[in-house]
């Protein structure tokens, strides 16, 4: 499929999805938001696909909303515009609904929107001089579609802080907040991310569907027995599956299991986010 505004790459199992606006900074509008979800969910019902990276042309992550855009929500119809936040709403959801592992690739600036995409992927990995900033409230807005995920992803409380300053935060910071989950070196980023990778690549896709259900359905609640008997039901419906049986003979046979891509002379992590990197990045 061909987008006006992302390049999607499928390589060795890891689909990749550039943000491909760099002279926009790779702000989102209208088409980007609707291409976004349309290839997320592309790439969420191919079987061949394993995880998926969501990273950015040019220097820049993702600057959020599109100011353009935004220029023309002050003059639509409150119809108009709940119908833009709700597009936006299922984009975020379709990114923490995808059934397979996604990371955030954050080599440069996470703005607004675009550090909201961050914290709806499962994880994320900056560079060191990556910044962060959630300024909506400068502007006479709120995060109001972002919120949930910036609550799981990085806590209530550090969320509260920068949503309401609307100060800039740097990538150590959100290493500490949980916004994301590793840093790195701007020439190591793709290497960790590969790592990352190959480390998911060995599980198997069911059990990972299964259990990112399972996390978003037990996240912020309390372990009561409700909660208990649900997890208990899960495993053990779990255990019934081909995937165990398969993972069990793999062990005893000491061999990788049938799920594992099969690539010589190379790691499917390392042929995969390592090659794919259009633009400047």
């Known amino acids: 499929m061909t987008y006006q505004t992302l390049v999607v790459e499928i390589n060795h199992g890891v689909g990749i999805l550039w943000m491909n606006r760099p002279q926009a900074h790779n702000a989102f509008d209208e088409t980007m938001v609707a291409e976004m979800t349309a290839a997320l ?17 040019g220097e820049t992550f993702c600057a959020g909303a599109d100011r353009q855009w935004l220029q023309r929500l002050t003059d639509n119809s ?32 996470a703005l607004g929107g675009g550090t909201g995409l961050v914290a709806a992927c499962d994880m994320a990995v900056a560079t060191y001089e990556a910044e962060f900033l959630l300024g909506e409230v400068r502007l006479g807005l709120i995060p109001a579609t972002i919120t949930p995920y910036l609550i799981r992803a990085m806590g209530e409380r550090a969320a509260r802080r920068y949503c309401l300053s609307g100060e800039p935060f740097t990538a150590a910071e959100a290493f500490r907040t949980g916004l994301v989950t590793d ?28 259990c990112k259900a399972w996390f978003r359905s037990a996240a912020g609640l309390p372990i009561t027995p409700a909660l208990i008997k649900d997890g208990a039901t899960r495993l053990a419906t779990a255990c019934a599956a081909e995937e165990v049986r398969e993972g069990l003979a793999a062990l005893d046979k000491k061999r990788k299991p049938a799920w594992v891509p ?19 990045r």
């Open 262 to 280: 099969k690539i010589r002379k190379a790691t499917p992590a390392k042929r995969a986010a390592g090659k794919a990197k259009p633009g400047k």
């Open 183 to 210: 840093i790195a070196p701007r020439d190591e980023l793709d290497g960790r991310i590969n790592e990352l990778l190959g480390h998911l690549l060995q599980g198997a896709p069911g059990a990972q569907a299964l």
């Open 78 to 109: 409150f119809e108009s515009n709940l119908t833009d936040a709700m597009n936006l709403s299922t984009l975020l959801q379709t990114i923490q609904g995808l059934q397979k592992p996604t990371i955030a690739r954050v080599h440069g600036p």
């Open 41 to 57: 969910r592309t790439l969420g019902d191919d079987p061949a696909v394993r995880a998926v990276v969501l990273a950015g042309v």
